[in-house]
């Protein structure tokens, strides 16, 4: 998802697609412990998406 994106986004949003993406990493690592990864630079993708999204939530609770 594209930064444009995630700052249209609510601070409850934020916090589900937080939740969703540590789900994916963790289901990506599992599938890489079973070397049944298809795409393995997704991983470094999803663990950019979740700094995005805790920078973005920071962001807004400070505020």
């Not at 599938?31 to 805790?54: F, H, T």
Request: hydrophobic share 40%; proline share 2%; aromatic share 4%.
């Amino acid at each position: 998802m594209k930064l444009r994106e995630l700052k249209e986004l609510t601070l409850e949003e934020l916090y589900d697609k937080r939740k969703d993406l540590y789900r994916e990493l963790l289901n990506l690592r599992h599938q890489s412990a079973l070397r049944k990864l298809d795409n393995p630079a997704r991983i470094r993708q999803v663990r950019r998406g979740i700094a995005r999204v805790l920078t973005l939530i920071r962001n807004m609770e400070t505020v």
